[in-house]
C-alpha cells in the first residue's frame, strides 16, 4: 500500500532528511504523496522499490578532502560509508526537485526520481562529474598497506 510508509532504513532516512523544523509527519505526506505520483507514472506496484533503486544510482562512492601539505592544498577522495553515500544523494535529489518546474514539489520529487531512473537526470551526472575529480586525484590518496 502507498499509503504506508515501510519500515526501512532508507525510507526512514528520506523522511528524516525531507523533514523540516522537526515536522516529521509534513515529510511523510510529501513523500506519500510523490509515490502515489510516481506509481501512476510508472504503473509500478511498489513505487518505494523505484526511489531506493534511484538512490542507489544517484549515491556516490568517494567524497573529495582537501587538505594541506606544507603551503600546498591537496584533494584528497575519502571513502563513504554507507549513510553518508546515501545522505549525499537524498540532497542532491531534493536540491535537483527543488528547481524543477512543476507544479507542487511532490511532482517535482516523483519527476526526478522517475528521471533518475531513466538515466536523464542531472544528479547523474553530478555523481559522474565528482567521480571524475576523485579519479583525476587518485594519486593523492594515502595507500595503507
Do not use: C
Request: hydrophobic share 35%.
Amino acid at each position: 500500500d502507498v499509503n504506508i510508509i515501510p519500515k526501512d532504513d532508507i525510507i526512514s532516512q528520506v523522511v528524516n532528511t525531507f523533514m523540516r523544523d522537526g515536522k516529521k509527519t509534513k515529510a511523510q505526506k510529501i513523500i506519500i504523496d510523490s509515490m502515489k505520483i510516481l506509481q501512476k507514472k510508472t504503473e509500478a506496484p511498489n513505487p518505494y522499490v523505484i526511489l531506493t533503486e534511484a538512490i542507489e544510482l544517484a549515491s556516490p562512492l568517494l567524497k573529495l578532502t582537501t587538505t594541506k601539505k606544507g603551503s600546498k592544498v591537496t584533494s584528497v577522495p575519502t571513502p563513504l560509508r554507507e549513510r553518508q553515500r546515501r545522505r549525499r544523494a537524498i540532497t542532491w535529489i531534493i536540491d535537483a526537485a527543488s528547481k524543477r518546474n512543476d507544479k507542487t514539489f511532490e511532482q517535482k520529487f516523483a519527476s526526478e526520481i522517475y528521471d533518475i531512473n531513466q538515466g536523464v537526470s542531472g544528479v547523474l551526472q553530478k555523481k559522474s562529474q565528482l567521480h571524475k575529480q576523485v579519479l583525476a586525484n587518485r594519486a593523492n590518496a594515502q595507500v595503507s598497506y
